[in-house]
């Protein structure tokens, strides 16, 4: 399980900087682990994002982290009102950070430091409002069995 790979304390971090990355922004962020991945990882980050109905948010803002532990995968993908408002440059340089640290299997490191730039991009374009709604879970969402 890729669950295994992250302690009470690790989840309890990524849940907390998901937290307070979006007390900056309307923009809604979540994270989705699992061990193994067989195709291309943002074909698999898209089918999740579904899954998880992540279009439903109000204002299309929806980022998804999307990590396959074991097969060393990952995608990080935005809803389509993130994608009319960011270049290509914004996803690279997550892509970046998240590479760097997952290649050290940093996971845990590199998941809250991606997930604090997001909440600090998103500010930009997507104020956090008074009234703000917590639209998707903050959870970590935890999937699929490892190849036996
Ligand atoms: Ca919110
Ligand atoms: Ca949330």
Redesign the pocket.
């Known amino acids: 399980m890729s669950k295994d790979l992250f302690s009470v304390e690790d989840q309890a971090q990524i849940i907390e900087a998901i937290k307070l990355a979006?007390m900056q922004?309307?923009?809604?962020i979540r994270v989705h682990i699992e061990p193994n991945c067989k195709g291309e990882p943002m074909d698999r980050a898209l089918e999740v994002f579904a899954e998880l109905n992540m279009h439903s948010t109000a204002l299309k803002n929806g980022v998804l982290i999307y990590l396959a532990t074991a097969d060393k995968k990952f995608a990080i993908i935005g809803d389509k009102g993130i994608h009319e408002k960011v270049h290509d440059s914004f996803w690279n340089e997550e892509k970046e950070l998240l590479k760097e640290h997952f290649s050290k299997g940093e996971f845990t490191l590199g998941l809250t430091k991606a997930i604090y730039k997001v909440g600090e991009k998103l500010k930009l374009h997507f104020l956090y409002q008074s009234d703000?709604?917590?639209?998707?879970s903050n959870d970590i969402s935890f999937g699929g069995k490892a190849d036996a």
Not at 25 to 28: A, D, R, W
Not at 132 to 136: A, P
């Open positions: 979006e922004t309307s923009g809604e703000d709604t917590d639209e998707l």
